[in-house]
């Protein structure tokens, strides 16, 4: 750590953080890029580097979520202060960056602040109209245009993700080839393209501590780019497991979306629908909702092939591949795709 401190000692104005090396602990809830909490007497910084072992290409780059964030600021308040970047891999082994921290609570499996049903609904509006307000960015406003590739970006991205998913397909899990040609086979046209998150849940979310149903922040914008704002609403429904669902769904939750006063998945896009202008039908939605389960599926895989292969020996990655199979068993069910193995 006295190699980073003297390094960002140098970078930024450090004048009034107070003297000595910083505490650092690592925060645990990540399964991707590394966060830790640096402890100097006076600030408190974040530094975000990636993981250790294979990753798929153009993964984990911290210059181009150093710069989204930077960029994003005199447009978007809920971005954190960014302090420095650093691309000398001799201070830390990779290339990291460092931000101001945003202080508040952030909601994990479950919430660490008593809310009533009314208040987690207002919650759960708030962090909807924040989604609907950066789907709202210019991004030629915030210098962010370049991120887009222009028409086509639902067909990239199950391109995409089906080349992702089939080079990490390990023998305990379904290969998926019927969803994917499905997704291949029902993809639409594209809904439009704004500044999309592609991460966007409970978790990478910081309400105040003074109003603890007000966002204040919005982490983890690693996956952030230009593209359709209906395909991103697909891949925040995917982790959004409601009180009506299954015992080993509560189990694997990972955000309170099962708490009173939640909006179910239906209501969430229709309350999006209502707020951003842009109106999808049950049946048009089924892709999108397929879309987003099929591509968490492949996040989840991608970290358990590096477990699967000693590549990480974190504990918690060891049974991702129940995780996968149930996602696809879902997206399927979504699809009106049998169950693998079922006769038809």
Same mark, same amino acid.
């Not at 399964?31 to 580097?49: E, G, M, V």
């Not at 995409?160 to 040609?181: F, I, Q």
């Not at 909006?263 to 939605?285: F, H, I, N, P, Q």
């Given at each position: 750590?006295?190699t980073?401190?003297?390094?960002?000692?140098?970078?930024?104005?450090? #004048?009034?953080?107070?003297?000595?090396? +910083?505490?650092?602990?690592?925060?645990?809830g990540g399964? #991707?890029?590394?966060?830790? !909490?640096l402890?100097?007497?006076? $600030?408190?910084?974040?530094l975000?580097?990636?993981?250790a072992?294979? /990753?798929a290409?153009?993964?984990?780059?911290?210059?181009?979520?150093?710069r989204?964030?930077?960029?994003?600021? +005199?447009?978007?308040?809920?971005v954190?202060?960014?302090v420095?970047?650093?691309?000398?891999?001799?201070?830390?082994? #990779?290339?990291?960056?460092v931000?101001?921290r945003?202080?508040? #609570?952030?909601?994990?499996k479950d919430?660490?602040?008593?809310?009533?049903?009314? $208040?987690?609904?207002?919650?759960?509006?708030n962090? !909807?109209?924040?989604?609907?307000?950066l789907?709202?960015?210019d991004?030629?406003?915030?210098g962010?245009?370049? !991120?887009? /590739?222009?028409?086509g970006?639902?067909?990239?991205?199950?391109?995409?993700?089906?080349?992702?998913?089939?080079?990490?397909?390990?023998?305990?899990?379904?290969?998926?080839?019927?969803?994917?040609?499905?997704?291949?086979?029902?993809?639409?046209?594209?809904?439009?393209?704004?500044?999309?998150?592609?991460?966007?849940?409970?978790?990478?979310v910081v309400?105040?501590?003074?109003?603890?149903?007000?966002?204040?922040?919005?982490?983890?914008?690693?996956?952030a780019?230009?593209?359709?704002?209906?395909m991103?609403?697909?891949?925040?429904?995917?982790y959004?497991?409601e009180a009506?669902d299954d015992d080993?769904?509560q189990?694997?939750?990972?955000?309170?979306?099962n708490?009173?006063g939640?909006?179910?998945?239906?209501?969430?896009?229709a309350y999006?629908s209502?707020k951003?202008g842009l109106?999808?039908?049950?049946e048009?939605? /089924?892709?999108?909702?397929?879309?987003?389960?099929?591509r968490?599926?492949?996040i989840a895989? $991608?970290?358990?092939y590096?477990?699967h292969?000693g $590549?990480?020996t974190?504990?918690?990655f060891?049974?991702?591949w129940?995780?996968?199979?149930? !996602?696809?068993?879902r997206?399927?069910?979504v699809?009106?795709?049998?169950?693998?193995g079922?006769?038809?």
């Amino acid at each position: 750590m006295a190699t980073v401190d003297a390094w960002l000692r140098g970078a930024a104005d450090a #004048s009034a953080w107070g003297d000595g090396l +910083p505490d650092v602990r690592q925060f645990p809830g990540g399964a #991707s890029n590394l966060t830790y !909490l640096l402890r100097y007497p006076n $600030q408190d910084l974040i530094l975000r580097r990636p993981p250790a072992g294979t /990753k798929a290409a153009g993964a984990h780059d911290m210059g181009r979520e150093y710069r989204i964030q930077a960029a994003l600021a +005199p447009v978007f308040p809920y971005v954190a202060p960014m302090v420095a970047l650093c691309t000398d891999e001799t201070v830390l082994g #990779s290339d990291f960056y460092v931000m101001e921290r945003l202080v508040g #609570s952030i909601p994990r499996k479950d919430f660490d602040v008593e809310l009533t049903a009314a $208040q987690t609904r207002e919650l759960c509006i708030n962090t !909807l109209d924040l989604l609907v307000d950066l789907h709202a960015v210019d991004p030629a406003a915030a210098g962010l245009d370049a !991120l887009g /590739k222009g028409e086509g970006y639902v067909a990239r991205q199950i391109g995409g993700w089906t080349t992702r998913y089939r080079n990490v397909v390990t023998d305990n899990v379904s290969d998926m080839e019927d969803l994917m040609a499905w997704l291949a086979a029902n993809q639409p046209a594209d809904r439009g393209s704004c500044l999309i998150h592609n991460d966007f849940r409970f978790d990478n979310v910081v309400f105040s501590d003074a109003d603890p149903t007000r966002p204040i922040g919005l982490l983890d914008w690693e996956l952030a780019t230009l593209g359709d704002p209906l395909m991103d609403l697909g891949c925040v429904l995917s982790y959004w497991i409601e009180a009506s669902d299954d015992d080993m769904w509560q189990f694997v939750r990972m955000q309170p979306s099962n708490a009173p006063g939640m909006l179910s998945r239906a209501e969430v896009v229709a309350y999006y629908s209502e707020k951003s202008g842009l109106s999808v039908t049950d049946e048009e939605w /089924k892709f999108y909702e397929a879309y987003g389960l099929f591509r968490l599926a492949g996040i989840a895989q $991608q970290i358990y092939y590096r477990y699967h292969h000693g $590549q990480t020996t974190n504990p918690r990655f060891e049974h991702f591949w129940v995780f996968v199979n149930m !996602l696809g068993d879902r997206a399927r069910q979504v699809a009106g795709l049998p169950a693998p193995g079922a006769s038809v």
